[in-house]
């Protein structure tokens, strides 16, 4: 099994843990937290320790018919999507996203290439497929950006980033991350502002990329 050496942060946990996080975020979070045994017992910790928490507190009178309209709520039928597995090296949140198929990648140029899976006001969710020993162009960010890596490493100013790796990324890194030797690299990779390139061209087809 793979060591897995960068993790989700507190914070970014507790906010997944209350149904905050915003849902580019929320995938790559379910992504790493699937394939990493660490983060899936500190999340099941702080669920415990609020439902603790939640046991402690006061109660509070509730409205005479809440029982009935709870039992009727419960009656009521309730269509369950059909369950998602994991495929190859991609997570069961991955493959939800994918809508159950294979990537169907678009060529961002340089032999890079992207699949975006979602994207609105909250942020964008994608895929990109890094050969060995490319590089993504440097750049910064508006503000945060979270990025899986799948398959293969990557490195870059903060380190080197392996299968299962979280990298947390604000708008005070500057990097350029490059594909290591070896397979291509494959990352999830959520944002919620546009990337902030130094150079020309990439600043150029931003828009038709939509990075």
């Known amino acids: ?24 975020f929320a995938v790559v979070v379910a992504a790493h937290i699937s394939i990493c045994d660490e ?90 497929y890094i050969p060995q020993g490319c590089a993504v162009p440097e750049h910064t960010h508006g503000g945060l950006e979270l990025t899986l890596v799948l398959q293969g490493s990557f490195s870059d100013v903060q380190g080197r980033f392996g299968r299962g790796d979280l990298e947390t990324a604000h708008d005070d890194v500057e990097h350029q991350p490059i594909a290591d030797a070896g397979q291509a690299c494959i990352c999830l990779a959520a944002t919620d502002a546009p990337l902030k390139f130094f150079s020309f061209i990439p600043r150029l087809l931003q828009p038709l990329f939509r990075i």
């Open 1 to 24: 099994m793979t060591e897995i050496n960068h993790h989700i942060t507190d914070d970014l946990l507790r906010q997944y843990a209350d149904g905050r996080l915003a849902h580019p």
């Open 39 to 128: 983060c899936r017992t500190r999340l099941e910790v702080s669920d415990t320790v609020g439902g603790i928490v939640l046991e402690a507190l006061d109660t509070v009178a509730l409205h005479s018919d809440a029982r009935a309209r709870m039992l009727a709520a419960l009656d009521a039928p309730v269509a369950q999507p059909p369950a998602v597995r994991a495929s190859g090296i991609f997570p069961a949140p991955v493959m939800q996203a994918l809508n159950g198929q294979p990537p169907r990648w678009r060529m961002l140029g340089g032999g890079i290439r992207q699949q975006i899976l979602s994207a609105d006001d909250t942020g964008s969710l994608r895929l990109l």
